[in-house]
């Protein structure tokens, strides 16, 4: 398996493109510039994406694959947490596979002066939640799926979400297809 480090790459198989790797700078453009170099692929096959280091990588390259109408798959020996959760949110059919798992914890940062800020200790109407759930919104999540993500686990850790929690939460979306 590749190293959790190891930037995104993509392989395309027909309408399909497998992502594996870690979401980094470089991730939108390499998510928009498979759209255009493969305009006949519709799902991105999440097959193992951990997360990032930087939360806007992942929801931009997650805005790029929505504007674009593409899919999101998590085959059976998947699995995304963290920022590639964010990025599989953005499908317009998501389907995860029996055996595929969706982490999700908290988010941590640092303010200017090294002070760590993290997400589930904030009060829920600080300006810093605004990120996150306006992009749920916009991905037609519910909101109430970002507060059960940064309560399930802390930045340290990661709680993979079972099948009644990817229902409940509207992260599955075969009604769609």
Same mark, same amino acid.
């Given at each position: 398996?590749?190293?959790?480090?190891?930037?995104?790459?993509?392989?395309? $198989?027909?309408?399909?493109?497998?992502?594996?790797?870690?979401?980094?700078e470089?991730?939108?453009?390499?998510?928009?510039? %498979?759209?255009?170099?493969?305009?006949?692929?519709?799902?991105?096959?999440?097959?193992?994406?951990?997360?990032?280091?930087?939360?806007?990588?992942? %929801?931009?390259?997650?805005?790029?694959?929505?504007?674009?109408?593409?899919?999101t798959?998590?085959?059976?020996?998947?699995?995304?947490?963290?920022g590639g959760?964010?990025?599989? %949110?953005?499908?317009?059919?998501? #389907?995860v596979?029996?055996?595929?798992?969706?982490?999700?914890?908290?988010?941590?940062?640092?303010?200017?002066?090294?002070?760590?800020?993290?997400?589930? #200790?904030?009060?829920?109407?600080?300006?810093?939640?605004?990120i996150?759930?306006?992009?749920?919104? $916009?991905?037609?999540?519910? #909101?109430?799926?970002?507060?059960?993500?940064?309560?399930?686990?802390?930045?340290?850790?990661?709680?993979?979400?079972?099948?009644?929690?990817?229902?409940?939460?509207?992260?599955?979306?075969?009604?769609?297809?």
């Amino acid at each position: 398996p590749p190293e959790a480090r190891d930037p995104v790459s993509f392989t395309v $198989e027909g309408t399909r493109a497998i992502m594996i790797g870690s979401l980094d700078e470089t991730t939108p453009n390499l998510v928009a510039n %498979l759209i255009v170099d493969h305009p006949l692929v519709d799902t991105i096959v999440m097959q193992f994406v951990p997360g990032t280091t930087n939360s806007a990588v992942s %929801l931009n390259a997650g805005r790029v694959i929505r504007s674009a109408g593409l899919n999101t798959a998590i085959p059976a020996d998947g699995a995304v947490a963290s920022g590639g959760t964010d990025v599989f %949110l953005a499908g317009i059919f998501r #389907e995860v596979e029996p055996g595929g798992m969706v982490g999700v914890h908290t988010w941590q940062t640092t303010d200017g002066e090294g002070n760590v800020i993290v997400g589930s #200790e904030l009060p829920t109407a600080d300006p810093r939640h605004l990120i996150f759930r306006n992009y749920y919104g $916009e991905m037609a999540i519910p #909101e109430v799926f970002y507060w059960f993500s940064i309560q399930a686990a802390p930045a340290d850790d990661i709680h993979w979400m079972t099948r009644q929690e990817l229902s409940d939460f509207g992260v599955l979306r075969p009604e769609s297809r």
